[in-house]
């Protein structure tokens, strides 16, 4: 079965710094694998995905994930946060069966 | 619409009523989701369509909830009986069909049980 971890429930980095958000995930072939972004009363926001057709991935906002089959690992980056990141960012992962399974979300705050 | 819409965008009901939420997916759209999230989690499954049919309705936390789509376009999420824990975010999403298409989702309806 698919799954996804998300290895980090909160990041804090200040703002300026490069952004790590850790995914491993657990697929039996190639999975498709999406990065969401959610701002505090709002909606689910697509930041980016991976088609198989290239390993890094690069996003909206800045944001890129690299999509490492040996590590089964899609880490979200970004080379420089900035205060209007700070939002909850979800791992996704698409199972065989087209069932939607989330991560346990990681909560991103920027310090000034 | 251009998006996914979802009505009411806030609903208050007491304890022991029925509710009725709507999705308005996107047109052309085969696959809608249901998916509920607390405070603090993130969202939790609940049920899939492809077309009018349940493809998936493993999430369904137990038998007084309940979801329609009989046209295979705007769904209906019903929940009877209502309970305090019942209070969450329920959120719609709708997608094509197949690999590494990403799904769309609603702003959600807050659903508050008092």
């Known amino acids: 079965a698919q799954s996804v971890t998300q290895l980090d429930s909160h990041v804090s980095v200040s703002e300026g710094t490069p952004v790590l958000l850790r995914c491993n995930y657990s697929s039996s072939y190639s999975p498709s694998l999406f990065w969401y972004v959610q701002h505090p009363n709002k909606g689910l926001q697509l930041l980016l995905k991976?088609?198989?057709?290239?390993?890094l991935v690069k996003g909206i906002n800045g944001f890129e994930a690299e999509f490492k089959k040996s590590e089964t690992s899609f880490h979200l980056t970004k080379p420089s946060a900035h205060m209007s990141d700070a939002a909850e960012y979800f791992c996704v992962v698409i199972s065989s069966a087209s069932k939607i399974i989330f991560g346990s979300g990681t909560r991103l705050s920027i310090r000034p | 619409g251009a998006g996914v819409s979802q009505t009411p965008s806030n609903k208050v009901t007491e304890k022991g009523k029925y509710v009725e939420l709507r999705c308005d997916p996107i047109s052309g759209h085969t696959a809608l989701y249901w998916y509920r999230q607390s405070l603090g989690q993130g969202p939790e499954f609940l049920i899939y369509f492809q077309g009018t049919g349940a493809a998936d309705d493993s999430g369904l936390p137990n038998d007084r909830f309940f979801a329609v789509r009989p046209e295979g376009s705007v769904s209906t999420l019903k929940i009877q009986r209502t309970e305090r824990g019942d209070s969450a975010v329920y959120l719609c999403?709708?997608?094509?069909?197949?690999?590494?298409?990403?799904?769309?989702f609603g702003q959600g309806t807050r659903l508050t049980v008092v």
């Open positions: 991976y088609t198989s057709a290239a390993t």
């Open positions: 999403a709708s997608s094509t069909t197949g690999l590494n298409t990403e799904a769309f």
